[in-house]
Nanobody, 121 residues
Framework: QVQLVESGGGSVRTGESLRLSCTAS????????MAWYRQGAASRRELVAT????????YYEDSVKGRFTISRDNAKNMAFLQMNDLKPEDTAIYIC??????????????WGQGARVLVSS
């Protein structure tokens, strides 16, 4: 069982930066893919970025490539999302996710409550 808590959200202006943190507890996330999703007021939840369990591979949604960086610190049981050059369209609730495939039909999929990011023009 993994509990995830996001922090670091807030209100910024276009072009500014934020770093989101995701702190896991209850179990180690060493074997999990970590991801950040976001959901705006008028959109469904979308995948923003992922990082593999060992940090070797990353994925970024096209609109954030070159601006966002996902990272993790397994020793601290944390993941991060550095967001630079923020734009109004980045405004959303950002949600931390931990996922791994289990045995047979099982899988492990945990979600945080989300952190609000508001980017004003």
């Amino acid at each position: 069982q993994v509990q995830l808590v996001e922090s670091g959200g807030g209100s910024v202006r276009t072009g500014e930066s934020l770093r989101l943190s995701c702190t896991a507890s209850g179990s180690s996330i060493n074997l999990y893919q970590m991801a950040w999703y976001r959901q705006g007021a008028a959109s469904r939840r979308e995948l923003v970025a992922t990082i593999s369990s060992e940090g070797a591979t990353n994925y970024y949604e096209d609109s954030v490539k070159g601006r966002f960086t996902i990272s993790r610190d397994n020793a601290k049981n944390m993941a991060f999302l550095q967001m630079n050059d923020l734009k109004p369209e980045d405004t959303a609730i950002y949600i931390c996710n931990a996922w791994k495939l289990g045995s047979y039909v099982d899988e492990y999929d945990y979600w945080g409550q989300g952190a609000r990011v508001l980017v004003s023009s």
